[in-house]
């Protein structure tokens, strides 16, 4: 049976003049390479696909798939994410992890606290702001967190990121609306331990994986796990299996917002505690990295025994359990 993959390559991005850090969510072909070779292991015919204007391309052609692995990230808009599933959800091409309202949905990081908060799950108070006359009027108490609303790998966050005082709140609004052109999410900042939950599965089926926690190094950039952190990693940042009651803890809060946020197949939470130890929703990424030897998600499943075609493997069977009658069809052609 064939599936296909969707996927941002960087390098094709760099060549179009992008900077490092606008590149920094798409994927190496390390990555892809890693992906393609866990499917075929399976019994899948891969085909590469590319990214939604290839896949554009392609539907166009008349190319059809039994499944497509998403792997797409986008590269223009707040649902950029949804793209690639949108197509596929109107061509009725099943695809792995979520569907477009819940990508469209969790790249927001407001509305999706929204969401949050609302099902009762813990998450810091916050604000959201679209230019400088409502960076004004920030109400919350200092200190602060500033971030871009829908941006991943860390983008935007740096050692300005946490504020102290009005003044810096302004700076650091000016600067993100200037380098991100689009709403800047302002919380409460949390001061404690930082956690991301590996979660495979859907709904009631979902299981936490593994929990891991980021620890500094002296070479630690600013307050959060941002892009320099994340990109520059060996002397920044260590990550370590949590303890017992930290990662049930954590891993508690993570289930209930990704079950929340109807997330499928699997991906990742990230929790930082408050003051009092309590663990706070953070942000979920429902696509997450799958580099091996690199991604946060590929760390835990090494930790917890899983080989990374066995990775591959877990989510595939999630989504199979999705498509009963995809799986048929795989068990009669075997």
């Given at each position: 049976?064939?599936?296909?993959?969707?996927?941002?390559?960087?390098?094709?991005?760099?060549a179009?003049?992008?900077?490092?850090?606008?590149?920094?969510?798409?994927?190496?072909?390390?990555?892809?390479?890693?992906?393609?070779?866990?499917?075929?292991?399976?019994?899948?015919e891969?085909?590469?696909i590319?990214?939604?204007?290839?896949l554009?391309e392609?539907?166009?052609?008349?190319?059809?798939?039994?499944?497509?692995?998403?792997?797409?990230?986008?590269?223009?808009?707040?649902?950029?994410?949804?793209?690639v599933?949108?197509?596929?959800e109107?061509?009725?091409?099943?695809?792995v992890?979520s569907?477009?309202?819940?990508?469209?949905?969790?790249l927001?990081?407001?509305?999706?606290?929204?969401v949050i908060r609302?099902?009762?799950?813990?998450?810091?108070?916050?604000?959201?702001?679209?230019?400088?006359a409502?960076?004004?009027?920030?109400?919350?108490?200092?200190?602060?967190?500033?971030?871009?609303?829908?941006?991943?790998?860390?983008?935007?966050v740096?050692?300005?990121?946490?504020?102290e005082?009005?003044?810096?709140?302004?700076?650091t609004?000016?600067?993100l609306?200037?380098?991100?052109?689009?709403?800047?999410?302002?919380?409460?900042?949390?001061p404690?331990?930082?956690?991301?939950v590996?979660?495979?599965?859907?709904g009631?089926?979902?299981k936490v994986?593994?929990v891991?926690?980021?620890?500094r190094?002296d070479?630690w950039?600013?307050?959060g796990?941002?892009?320099?952190?994340?990109?520059?990693?060996?002397?920044?940042?260590?990550?370590?299996a949590a303890?017992?009651?930290?990662?049930?803890?954590?891993?508690?809060v993570?289930?209930?917002?990704?079950?929340?946020?109807?997330?499928?197949?699997?991906g990742r939470?990230?929790?930082?505690?408050?003051?009092?130890?309590?663990p706070?929703?953070?942000?979920?990424?429902p696509?997450a990295?799958?580099r091996?030897?690199?991604?946060?998600?590929?760390?835990?499943?090494?930790r917890?025994g899983?080989?990374?075609?066995q990775?591959?493997?877990?989510?595939?069977?999630?989504?199979?359990?999705?498509?009963?009658?995809?799986?048929a069809?795989?068990?009669?052609?075997?």
């Amino acid at each position: 049976m064939r599936i296909g993959v969707a996927y941002d390559l960087r390098a094709d991005y760099l060549a179009m003049g992008l900077s490092e850090e606008e590149t920094a969510e798409f994927d190496s072909e390390i990555t892809i390479d890693a992906i393609c070779d866990a499917l075929g292991r399976q019994g899948w015919e891969v085909d590469r696909i590319g990214n939604v204007n290839r896949l554009v391309e392609k539907l166009a052609a008349g190319e059809r798939w039994d499944a497509v692995f998403n792997f797409c990230e986008g590269l223009n808009g707040l649902s950029r994410e949804a793209q690639v599933p949108a197509l596929l959800e109107c061509y009725k091409i099943p695809f792995v992890f979520s569907d477009a309202f819940t990508l469209m949905l969790t790249l927001d990081k407001a509305m999706c606290k929204r969401v949050i908060r609302d099902c009762g799950i813990a998450t810091a108070d916050f604000t959201v702001i679209a230019d400088m006359a409502e960076a004004k009027s920030v109400k919350l108490p200092f200190p602060l967190f500033l971030k871009p609303v829908a941006e991943g790998s860390g983008k935007g966050v740096d050692e300005h990121s946490k504020v102290e005082s009005k003044k810096q709140l302004l700076d650091t609004a000016r600067d993100l609306f200037a380098r991100f052109h689009q709403p800047v999410l302002v919380e409460t900042f949390l001061p404690g331990r930082e956690f991301t939950v590996a979660i495979l599965g859907t709904g009631a089926d979902a299981k936490v994986l593994g929990v891991s926690e980021i620890t500094r190094k002296d070479n630690w950039v600013g307050e959060g796990y941002g892009y320099v952190n994340k990109e520059h990693w060996e002397d920044k940042v260590a990550i370590i299996a949590a303890d017992p009651i930290s990662a049930k803890a954590a891993g508690d809060v993570a289930l209930a917002a990704w079950r929340a946020l109807r997330c499928r197949d699997g991906g990742r939470v990230d929790i930082r505690n408050d003051a009092d130890g309590k663990p706070n929703f953070i942000e979920v990424n429902p696509v997450a990295g799958l580099r091996p030897d690199y991604s946060d998600m590929c760390f835990i499943a090494t930790r917890e025994g899983l080989s990374y075609h066995q990775l591959i493997g877990r989510i595939m069977d999630s989504f199979l359990l999705r498509h009963p009658q995809l799986q048929a069809r795989r068990k009669a052609a075997a």
